[in-house]
């Protein structure tokens, strides 16, 4: 559990990093990105201000120390309010990660589960965490599936939905707070 927490940790740091390291002027793609979602039914989105802030990325690299291909894509209302208005997705796996694939964390019929990891996490606008991740040892998760559509040099897209669980993990044990159903979610980010 500390691992996946860990996992989605460290993507925001590099949503963070990325949206602060972006030196030239994007003003001109801001049409052409979005991010954008609902949640139990209610429309959300981020909208790409290059002007301010890179807060839509999407990351592909090959880590060559654990040999797995690491996709994270992200969507952050605003960078300054960090751990609210956020939804990643973070995959990796020890095959390429390719487009028109169902990425999932369950396995199913017309689904693939990476080897290494799935996660997919949405902060609130209270700051709270709802997550998913891979059924490692106990049933924690739900049902969580991204699809890549285009993975270019510039830009990432897909769709992506699922069940995200808040659980409550002070205390030694997970209780669980809440959930939310994630819908209709598509994206097209930049890649850095």
Request: hydrophobic share 35%; glycine share 8%.
């Amino acid at each position: 559990m500390k691992k996946y927490l860990l996992y989605f940790i460290v993507l925001v740091l590099n949503l963070f990093i990325a949206g602060c390291s972006k030196e030239d002027d994007n003003t001109n793609l801001k049409s052409e990105y979005y991010f954008r979602f609902k949640v139990d039914g209610n429309q959300v989105e981020y909208p790409f201000t290059p002007e301010t802030q890179i807060n839509l990325t999407g990351l592909l690299d090959y880590d060559e120390r654990m040999q797995t291909y690491v996709m994270n894509v992200g969507g952050i209302e605003n960078i300054f309010e960090s751990m609210t208005n956020t939804l990643t997705i973070f995959v990796s796996d020890t095959q390429e990660i390719l487009t028109g694939i169902n990425y999932s964390n369950i396995s199913g019929s017309s689904v693939t589960v990476p080897y290494f990891s799935f996660g997919m996490g949405y902060y609130d606008s209270e700051g709270n965490l709802y997550i998913t991740g891979l059924n490692t040892v106990t049933e924690l998760y739900e049902t969580a599936i991204v699809n890549f559509f285009e993975i270019t040099d510039t830009h990432i897209s897909g769709t992506f939905s699922g069940t995200l669980i808040w659980y409550d993990f002070n205390g030694g044990t997970n209780v669980l707070v809440d959930s939310v159903v994630v819908s209709e979610g598509k994206f097209k980010v930049p890649r850095y």
